[in-house]
């Protein structure tokens, strides 16, 4: 038993050495090298060309036959399902890429990914992948970049600021990918950015608004408005339109977003000659919206603006409830959600809510009514903003270090959902917001519609 014991350990302890003499490396360092090359079997389910689905609820067999045959490889299986399985839904994003990239097979592509929070907000990711699609769908059908089509790698990183570092970790060292869309949170883009900028890998959010991400890295672009603009335009609303001066702001402290857009708010409404009588943080686990709206009432606020982020947005529409249309109310774009319409209700009419501003009457609304058979939102907007800023950069130079250059560049635009896209030297862009709010209508069939403030 005991000589047995010792040939394993003298086989294992062999073999250790010989991979380790083959790799060039030195025994001690072998551990290290397996940790950051292997692939960890929990990530890869996290990201997908095709070969699996990663949208959870039930799939259709035509659309589940097209994934199991893109994993096998026979495309043109594939593409059948998929036609299939777009027929029968055509609302469906992540079907549409998986057929735009069963359709390039292993020919030559440019790849690029998208970061999503598909586990904890897949409401928001549709939307994503909606403008996304659309963007993959129009080049490629056009015979790609030059020539070259586009294929579109999905990844959930589930809203999580560690795996999306752990995400953007394994995207970097992967050269075939030219750029990311995402994350779509401030705290996982902050998190992630951190790794994109060490390998040089250019990523655009298309969602996320801290003020934090302004000159954050060269290699972070932004096709959405920050923070500083919604917080400016809502402060103005509150005291030039409205004629209030006392606001009430509830926020996330564990939200770089609400965090963002609390501070920003604060300070435009007092810049504006108004005053924020108090902050109260929806994170904690003692918080009552009843007790809070009765102290905000009692201290004389007039409005209570929301800058509540995905995981508070319940404990909003609680304040929104219990509210009881005494006092007027502002939100963030968090809230621009068919949840808030769902829930809110009546007693959400009049909620006002700063989103990034989109010209619907524009061609891309048009197609997209026409490709998703209904109405998009402004997430759909700019993540196919973000595409194409990609799709322009890469026509410009098929690199990493091209497609960085391309978007720094001041004379770089791209063509978007609402006209021109450029970035400022700090990654935003120079876009203005739209004001909405919540009135009585049969859009969203839930009775209640967000309508434009003009």
Do not use: C
Request: a neutral charge; hydrophobic letters at 40%; charged letters at 15%.
């Amino acid at each position: 038993m005991f000589l047995s014991a010792a040939m394993l350990l003298f086989t294992v302890g062999a073999a250790t050495w010989f991979l380790a003499s083959s790799l060039g490396l030195k025994f001690d360092n072998l551990f290290t090298y397996i940790q950051e090359n292997a692939i960890n079997p929990s990530l890869q389910d996290r990201i997908s060309f095709g070969e699996k689905t990663l949208i959870a609820g039930e799939i259709s067999p035509a659309k589940k036959e097209g994934v199991e045959a893109i994993a096998a490889g026979s495309y043109e299986k594939a593409i059948a399902n998929l036609t299939t399985a777009i027929k029968q839904n055509p609302n469906d994003p992540e079907a549409l890429i998986f057929l735009n990239n069963a359709r390039i097979g292993s020919a030559k592509s440019y790849t690029i990914v998208t970061s999503l929070p598909i586990g904890n907000n897949p409401n928001t990711s549709l939307e994503i992948l909606r403008g996304i699609a659309q963007a993959q769908n129009e080049i490629n059908a056009s015979g790609g970049i030059k020539g070259v089509r586009l294929k579109v790698e999905i990844a959930n990183d589930d809203d999580n600021p560690e795996i999306s570092k752990q995400i953007a970790t394994t995207l970097v060292k992967n050269s075939e990918i030219l750029g990311v869309i995402g994350p779509t949170t401030s705290d996982a883009t902050l998190a992630a950015g951190t790794v994109y900028t060490s390998g040089k890998l250019v990523a655009i959010t298309p969602t996320s608004t801290s003020v934090k991400i302004s000159n954050f890295s060269p290699y972070v672009f932004r096709t959405v408005p920050s923070d500083f603009i919604a917080a400016r335009s809502l402060a103005n609303y509150m005291v030039n339109k409205l004629q209030k001066k006392k606001a009430a702001v509830f926020f996330n402290s564990q939200s770089n977003y609400s965090q963002s857009l609390k501070s920003e708010f604060v300070s435009s409404v007092s810049l504006e000659g108004g005053q924020v009588s108090n902050e109260f943080d929806l994170s904690q686990a003692n918080f009552s919206a009843a007790r809070s709206v009765e102290q905000a009432t009692n201290q004389g606020a007039e409005v209570l603006m929301l800058a509540s982020n995905t995981e508070t947005l319940d404990k909003a529409l609680q304040v929104i409830q219990v509210h009881d249309k005494r006092l007027a109310l502002l939100g963030g774009d968090d809230l621009y959600t068919f949840k808030t319409l769902e829930v809110g209700r009546q007693q959400a009419v009049g909620l006002i809510v700063a989103i990034p501003g989109v010209n619907y009457t524009s061609d891309f609304t048009i197609k997209a009514r026409q490709l998703w058979g209904g109405d998009v939102g402004w997430r759909t907007a700019l993540s196919y903003d973000a595409t194409q800023a990609l799709i322009a950069a890469i026509e410009l130079n098929p690199t990493r270090e091209g497609v960085q250059q391309a978007l720094s560049s001041s004379n770089f635009s791209a063509i978007g959902a609402s006209g021109a896209i450029r970035f400022l030297a700090s990654g935003d862009r120079n876009a203005p917001v739209q004001l909405v709010k919540i009135a009585t209508g049969n859009r969203s069939r839930t009775g209640y519609d967000f309508v434009p403030i003009p």
